[in-house]
C-alpha cells in the first residue's frame, strides 16, 4: 500500500490519552450513605479501639491511647515526634523515679568491670 492511495478521509486522529479509547456513559451505583453524613475530607476516622487488637489492654495502657489519640487530634499530628509522646506522659503524672532497667526483650549484658 502506497502513501499515494491513502486519503485524509480513511484515518481519523484521536488524542493519545487512555490509548486513544472514548470514555462512555456508564452507570454508577448510588451512594448507599446517603442518609448518613459523610465526614469532611480530610478527615480520617481515628478510633482507640482496644477490641481490634489480640491483646488485652490494661487501664494505664488505654489512658495511654485516649490521651495520645486526643492529643493527635487537638494538634493535627498523625504522627507525633517522641518528644511529643514525653509531654503527654508527663501530662498524664508520669515522673522517672528509679533507676533504669533493662529494655524489655533485650538480653541481658553482664555489666564489665574496669
Not at 479509547?21 to 451505583?29: E, G
Not at 523515679?97 to 538480653?107: C, F, K, S
Amino acid at each position: 500500500m502506497s502513501s499515494e492511495s491513502i486519503s485524509s478521509s480513511d484515518f481519523v486522529v484521536t488524542g493519545r490519552r487512555n490509548g486513544g479509547r472514548r470514555k462512555r456513559s456508564v452507570p454508577v451505583a448510588i451512594e448507599p450513605r446517603k442518609d448518613r453524613e459523610r465526614r469532611p475530607r480530610g478527615e480520617r476516622r481515628r478510633q482507640v479501639d482496644p477490641t481490634t487488637c489480640e491483646k488485652d489492654y490494661n487501664e494505664e495502657e488505654i489512658l495511654f491511647m485516649k490521651a495520645m489519640d486526643q492529643y493527635k487530634r487537638s494538634n493535627r499530628r498523625p504522627f507525633p515526634t517522641w518528644s511529643e509522646v514525653l509531654e503527654v506522659l508527663y501530662s498524664l503524672g508520669y515522673r522517672k523515679t528509679e533507676e533504669a532497667t533493662a529494655l524489655p526483650g533485650l538480653p541481658v549484658v553482664p555489666a564489665v568491670e574496669s
